[in-house]
T-cell receptor, first 111, second 112 residues
Framework: QKEVEQDPGPLSVPEGAIVSLNCTYS??????FMWYRQYSRKGPELLMY????GNKEDGRFTAQVDKSSKYISLFIRDSQPSDSATYLC???????????FGDGTTLTVKP | NAGVTQTPKFQVLKTGQSMTLQCAQD?????MYWYRQDPGMGLRLIYY???????DKGEVPNGYNVSRLNKREFSLRLESAAPSQTSVYFC???????????FGEGSRLTVL
């Protein structure tokens, strides 16, 4: 069983829609939860970073973590064509020395 | 700010040829990583270097070697390329783990 399962997509939504991207994980040692955004033919870049259960908001983006269910989500409000990208969830724990990534969900926001 | 710089950006090899992918970062980061990304398979860690002078295997190290040349540079070598190594390779760095990874723009390798 993989440590991280990410909703595979692809996902296509109209401009202005609310988008929900989701990952589940099995490793209880994961303590840090991240979302990276990757535009086509570019490297991933960090979008959101949190280490506690609950919600963290940054503009149109909200990261949600539920440690008891081992489930994390990224919500995008008022989605824009510029949000079209692949979104990768990622997980760290204190001792591993390396991050564990989901396989990514490709999002297309149509004008 | 250059950040993480990878060379070359594109390369085509024949089966059995060797090559080295170069990575340099100018952010004074301690830890550096090499990932490969294949369609539908996300990022898979090949090797990483937690600090200068140390290297460790990741999830898919077979067929690769690495060298942490100094604090700035971390190279990935394919000794005898195989078609299964056709992929996009990303180098990343961070000041310390756990923490944000900074990625290069990738090196696209095709092995015929």
């Amino acid at each position: 069983q993989k440590e991280v399962e990410q909703d595979p997509g692809p996902l296509s939504v109209p401009e202005g829609a609310i988008v929900s991207l989701n990952c589940t994980y099995s490793n209880s040692a994961f303590q840090y939860f991240m979302w990276y955004r990757q535009y086509s033919r570019k490297g991933p870049e960090l979008l959101m970073y949190t280490y506690s259960s609950g919600n963290k908001e940054d503009g149109r983006f909200t990261a949600q973590v539920d440690k008891s269910s081992k489930y994390i989500s990224l919500f995008i409000r008022d989605s824009q064509p510029s949000d079209s990208a692949t979104y990768l969830c990622a997980f760290d724990n204190t001792n591993a020395g390396k991050s564990t990534f989901g396989d990514g969900t490709t999002l297309t926001v149509k004008p | 700010n250059a950040g993480v710089t990878q060379t070359p950006k594109f390369q085509v090899l024949k089966t059995g040829q060797s090559m080295t992918l170069q990575c340099a970062q100018d952010m004074n980061h301690n830890s550096m990583y090499w990932y490969r990304q294949d369609p539908g398979m996300g990022l898979r860690l090949i090797y990483y270097s937690a600090s200068e002078g140390t290297t460790d295997k990741g999830e898919v190290p077979n067929g690769y070697n690495v060298s942490r040349l100094n604090k700035r540079e971390f190279s990935l070598r394919l000794e005898s390329a195989a078609p299964s190594q056709t992929s996009v390779y990303f180098c990343a760095s961070t000041t310390s783990y756990p923490g944000e990874l900074f990625f290069g723009e990738g090196s696209r390798l095709t092995v015929l």
